[in-house]
């Protein structure tokens, strides 16, 4: 049996995402800026597209411009809050995705930015105090927190962020990358003025995604070219993705309830197996606690002879799970997420375990016999 436990990384399409990208790959071929019948096709799905998703986080369709992904999602929403918006300043944490703690390093060493990064407390959550403390100070400045981390699964109170940093008139950015399609969302009314979302994190396809955009913001092209998405980012849409995307969106959406039920119900199977069979694990990040993401178990294991090969192993058992983040994958350096809050400690070895809609109760007792396979078997010499 192949058990996939690695659904921060990557989620499998449904089905219905892909028979509703079909038509779109056989028939409705026309470029979308052509003004021909089938161009004219194309370009009503992209904006049906546009609508379906503004409508389902209480926000305008304008406020929507597909990406490539959450990668570029996140570099244009804080390229623009630089180059286009005035800010002087971004703010970060420690625990960010590469996407965003990378930009900012870059930005940040232009003649006039800064970029620095915020306080967290014991849990790995913002401190509220020291940002407003921070912001005092008038200097214009976006925040960039991500809602849900991707590898141990802490979630931002981002109302709240958001609350402080527009009370001080500064901008907000959230990577919402993992909890966008799991948690709602009703963006219109939420102090939040960029968030970023991937269709392949909630089973749409890869290289497509969007930025949501405050209204009232205009920004400029961040990819120059032609006049795509309001003029916001250059190149002949990516078609596919977007209706790949959208339907996603709207199947996460419309059983979002009972599917988190579902995947919160995997994840306390599978923290109840682990903690019974192997002595002295620990949750990175709790295991069940309201605020951390239910669809990511970072499971921190005590000393053994098999913990540098603890992810072989379990792939040769038929499970794919992860270290960490796979932008970061094949690194030799300790996650620098672990790190920062404190939790890498040599010896224990830290694996992260993440479920979608799709993940069975079959799937998590093949892991934990997995598991207690690898950590019994004697070492052969």
């Not at 989620?11 to 800026?33: C, I, K, Q, W």
């Not at 411009?65 to 300043?89: P, Y």
Request: hydrophobic share 40%; aromatic share 4%; glycine share 10%.
């Amino acid at each position: 049996m192949n058990v996939y436990l690695d659904n921060a990384a990557t989620t499998p399409m449904l089905p219905e995402v892909v028979e509703a990208m079909l038509p779109y790959m056989r028939d409705h071929f026309g470029n979308p800026s052509s003004t021909h019948q089938f161009g004219r096709r194309t370009k009503t799905a992209i904006e049906q597209s546009r609508r379906q998703i503004a409508g389902q986080l209480g926000v305008e369709p304008r406020t929507v411009c597909f990406t490539s992904g959450g990668t570029e999602a996140d570099n244009m929403a804080l390229h623009a809050s630089v180059d286009q918006l005035g800010c002087k300043r971004i703010l970060t944490c420690a625990t960010e995705h590469s996407a965003v703690l990378k930009t900012a390093e870059h930005l940040g060493k232009r003649d006039d930015v800064t970029s620095g990064l915020l306080q967290l407390d014991a849990a790995g959550k913002v401190d509220l105090h020291q940002l407003a403390i921070t912001l005092s100070d008038g200097i214009p400045t976006l925040v960039s927190v991500m809602h849900g981390n991707n590898e141990v699964g802490i979630l931002q109170d981002i109302e709240a962020i958001g609350q402080c940093c527009w009370d001080h008139n500064a901008l907000f950015h959230s990577d919402t990358v993992q909890t966008m399609g799991h948690y709602p969302m009703d963006l219109g009314n939420m102090p939040i003025d960029f968030a970023a979302c991937s269709a392949h994190k909630l089973h749409g396809p890869k290289g497509a995604g969007f930025l949501y955009v405050k209204d009232g913001h205009r920004i400029g092209a961040h990819i120059m070219g032609g006049s795509q998405e309001r003029a916001m980012r250059g190149g002949t849409e990516n078609l596919i993705g977007i209706i790949g995307l959208a339907k996603a969106f709207e199947l996460a959406m419309s059983n979002m309830e009972s599917h988190a039920a579902h995947i919160q119900g995997l994840k306390s199977e599978l923290v109840e197996g682990l903690s019974a069979s192997v002595p002295g694990i620990r949750f990175n990040a709790g295991s069940d606690r309201s605020d951390s993401l239910y669809t990511v178990l970072n499971a921190n294991f005590p000393a053994h002879e098999k913990n540098g090969m603890m992810l072989f192993l379990l792939d040769l058992e038929g499970v794919a799970c992860s270290g960490g983040s796979a932008c970061s994958s094949g690194s030799t350096q300790p996650s620098h997420v672990l790190s920062s809050l404190g939790l890498h400690e040599e010896g224990r070895t830290s694996i992260r375990f993440s479920f979608s809609r799709m993940t069975t109760s079959a799937c998590i007792q093949h892991a934990l016999h997995a598991v207690k396979r690898i950590r019994t078997a004697a070492v052969l010499v």
